[in-house]
């Protein structure tokens, strides 16, 4: 499907009725043909400069009504088969979704229903350039600390009385120094009994999301900003409202144009992704105001916050909060992966039997020796020595990234004004093609990856992410060199 065929819808309000007739119009007049395939929701959402959320409520109308049909996880296309039962010879797709077996389609929760429209366009790995874009990188890693504790606990492990040191929320010295290393670096104070250890981001965050988020909240997410929790809000049936960020972080002065009452904002304050700027401390306050004023609570997700290169870090949202309306997520993951996975979520403490319910009934197992590693890490100070140590290469490494980028290219670029991360965010002149910059980058031995999949809508031409952490700071001005090169060359040719 070519997208000048919505061209017509392009600056005016677009709504999903607007949509689905501009698409069903197209299909009936033989604008598009049968078997066409339809551009992804994003796409259509980013070219148009609606939500992704306007654009699958279309399609589900436009698969419901026969002028559609979708496969999960392959794309949607206009239907084959009219809606008088009569198909082409060249029909098989529907006879490809036809359930050969039982009929679990008719069993699909309210979830699985979105998420089954979600997989319109489901986001790949090949959408960044790994699969653990900007984790800690190997050589930086605590190696010698970990082998040897993890040696110690294996040994000792069987002498170790588990039950009386654990529940549902984790192993209980865990989480006691845990709390110890929030007090230290991040301000927060909190009990032991408050942190939820999970084995990942995402089972921290999904229990979070499942238990709280109600089909038809609204939830304000930053544009651009984290793609997974859009996603997850998605096929919870929440209504996602995105709000612009700057170089001080999310604009809180938009929630006030917002026309309908806000229950959650899910916001990353200490180091926007994939921007890197952090939210102001004027900002943090200014949001925390608005939200006890509006009844909103808010999703505090840390992810990435170590590393501060411009000053001291601002004080987190939980310890801001003096009413218990902020959910704190962390995780070890960026420090110490593929080491350690372990990740928490603080909660207020009138949340603490919910959760220990949804534990006890859902997920009661973790990873112990990892566990009793982390605790020893954390109570000898390893991961903050660690920490330190990192900053000074990561900083080292950063500096000689951005130098060797305005040496290059000068005036070609435009870099983010971040102050957090292990990447920088560089915007290339328009006169490159995203395919030659990430071919060129990748010849360059350097990593990039696209920021259009974190974009809700309204995604930057040519914007990138280049990581600095993997690279030797030795090594960096020759790269960024080799990468101006092979730009150059691929433009004259």
């Given amino acids: 499907m070519n997208l000048a065929i919505l061209k017509q819808l392009k600056g005016s309000k677009i709504t999903a009725e607007a949509l689905r007739e501009t698409i069903a119009s197209a299909i009936e007049n033989k604008h598009l043909a049968p078997g066409e395939k339809l551009p992804s929701t994003r796409d259509m959402a980013l070219y148009l400069g609606i939500s992704r959320t ?14 559609l049909t979708t496969s ?5 296309w206009v239907r084959k088969t009219d809606r008088n039962g009569a198909s082409d010879e060249h029909d098989s797709l529907d006879n490809q979704e036809q359930p050969t077996g039982y009929p679990w389609h008719n069993r699909f929760s309210h979830l699985a229903n979105n998420l089954h429209a979600q997989r319109i366009e489901a986001i790949e790995n090949t959408d960044f350039d790994e699969i653990n874009y900007g984790s800690a990188p190997s050589d930086m890693l605590p190696m010698q600390a970990w082998r040897k504790s ?25 989480r006691k120094a845990i709390a110890g290393f929030l007090r230290r670096t991040k301000q927060i104070i909190c009990k032991p009994e408050q942190i939820v250890i999970g084995s ?21 997410c930053e544009n651009p900003g984290f793609w997974g929790a859009r996603e997850q809000f998605h096929s919870l049936g929440a209504a996602v409202i995105p709000i612009g960020i700057d170089e001080h972080g999310l604009i809180v002065d938009q929630l006030k144009e917002i026309d309908r009452p806000v229950q959650w904002i899910y916001v990353e304050p200490s ?23 509006n009844n909103c609570a808010i999703l505090e997700d840390d992810w990435d916050s170590e590393f501060q290169y411009d000053g001291q870090a ?14 704190y997520f ?36 973790f990873t112990l020796v990892e566990h009793l590693v982390l605790t020893e890490m954390l109570d000898k100070n390893i991961i903050e020595t660690h920490m330190r140590s990192m900053w000074k290469s990561l900083r080292k490494r950063r500096q000689a990234l951005i130098f060797a980028l305005k040496k290059q290219f000068k005036d070609d670029i435009k870099l983010a004004s971040s102050t957090s991360g292990m990447h920088v965010v560089v915007q290339f002149k328009e006169s490159f093609s995203e395919e030659t910059i990430l071919a060129c980058a990748k010849k360059a031995g350097l990593s990039c990856a696209t920021t259009r999949p974190y974009y809700a809508h309204s995604a930057k031409t040519n914007e990138f992410m280049l990581r600095f952490s993997h690279h030797p700071e030795d090594e ?12 150059a060359r691929n433009f004259q040719s």
């Fill in 72 to 76: 999960p996880g392959a794309g949607t």
């Fill in 54 to 67: 306007t654009v699958m409520k279309s399609l589900e109308s436009l698969i419901a009504t026969g002028h």
């Fill in 476 to 487: 960096i001005e020759s790269r960024v060199s080799f990468l101006a090169t092979e730009l």
């Fill in 150 to 174: 993890l040696l110690h606990w294996s040994r000792s492990a069987e002498n170790f009385d588990f039950e009386t040191n654990s529940d549902a929320f984790g192993y209980l010295p865990l």
């Fill in 330 to 365: 962390y995780s070890f993951w960026r420090l110490l992966y593929p080491l350690i996975s372990v990740s928490f979520l603080v909660i207020p403490e009138q949340l603490i039997d919910t959760f220990q319910s949804y534990k006890c009934s859902w997920d009661r197992q």
């Fill in 314 to 327: 601002a004080p987190p949202l939980f310890s801001l909060d003096k009413t218990g309306s902020v959910i």
């Fill in 271 to 293: 180091c926007q992704e994939p921007s890197g700027v952090m939210l102001s401390e004027s900002r943090r306050v200014a949001l925390i105001d608005w939200c006890q004023s």
């Fill in 200 to 220: 990942g981001v995402q089972s921290v965050v999904s229990p979070a999301f499942a238990l709280l988020v109600k089909p038809d909240d609204a939830i304000v």
